[in-house]
T-cell receptor, first 114, second 117 residues
Framework: DAGVIQSPRHEVTEMGQEVTLRCKPI?????LFWYRQTMMRGLELLIY????????DSGMPEDRFSAKMPNASFSTLKIQPSEPRDSAVYFC????????????FGPGTRLLVL | AQKITQTQPGMFVQEKEAVTLDCTYD???????LFWYKQPSSGEMIFLIY??????QNATEGRYSLNFQKARKSANLVISASQLGDSAMYFC??????????????FGQGTRLTINP
């Protein structure tokens, strides 16, 4: 079975540009999570969805960040405009309803904003 | 306030030895979950083991076991018979209660484990 798929794996962009990160959760999973990992702040939950509906976005740093889940198999995290301090690894994870204890992580997107 | 504390930034262990990675947590909720994830140099996050706050026995998964001491609020990961492939960052995490039913994971800062041949 395919795991969580994220694209792109690496992204280099210039300050002010729009960045879109993509995630395909494991088929059948009801929950989808977006995390950010930095050296300074570690792993932080940004937002999570249940059945495509955003449930908690309290971790989203500011209005420049937005996330959508138009269907059960696709989610995006958008940064507009991007800033150098957004440089981080962004992880997407999914979890099935029946086994909420385990979140399965994607490989991550390494973002560098110059 | 930091909810998950991993006091060992780095550890060096000889191959085949057992290793204990420390984790303490802070919560006032009686229902919670504790997790350990492994992050190798390739970057992915790999789920290792889970312990529920009401579980009577310590969780085990192959060479991994979780030493759960509820009164001390500690959830140490024990790796028996360490292997070179165990070299990685290890993160302890706690599930925060959520009325929506899903889990919000709060992660510690991690411990970098290096296994020496």
């Amino acid at each position: 079975d395919a795991g969580v798929i994220q694209s792109p794996r690496h992204e280099v962009t210039e300050m002010g540009q729009e960045v879109t990160l993509r995630c395909k959760p494991i088929s059948g999973h009801d929950y989808l999570f977006w995390y950010r990992q930095t050296m300074m702040r570690g792993l932080e939950l940004l937002i999570y969805f249940n059945n495509n509906v955003p449930i908690d976005d309290s971790g989203m740093p500011e209005d420049r960040f937005s996330a959508k889940m138009p269907n059960a198999s696709f989610s995006t995290l958008k940064i507009q405009p991007s800033e150098p301090r957004d440089s981080a690894v962004y992880f997407c994870a999914s979890s099935p309803w029946a086994n909420q204890e385990t979140q399965y992580f994607g490989p991550g997107t390494r973002l560098l904003v110059l | 306030a930091q909810k998950i504390t991993q006091t060992q930034p780095g550890m060096f262990v000889q191959e085949k030895e057992a290793v204990t990675l420390d984790c303490t947590y802070d919560t006032s909720d009686p229902s919670y979950g504790l997790f350990w994830y492994k992050q190798p140099s390739s970057g992915e996050m790999i789920f290792l083991i889970y312990q529920g706050s009401y579980d009577q026995q310590n969780a085990t998964e192959g060479r991994y076991s979780l030493n759960f001491q509820k009164a001390r609020k500690s959830a140490n990961l024990v790796i028996s018979a360490s292997q070179l492939g165990d070299s990685a960052m290890y993160f302890c995490a706690m599930r925060e209660p959520s009325i929506q039913g899903a889990q919000k994971l709060v992660f510690g800062q991690g411990t970098r484990l290096t296994i020496n041949p």
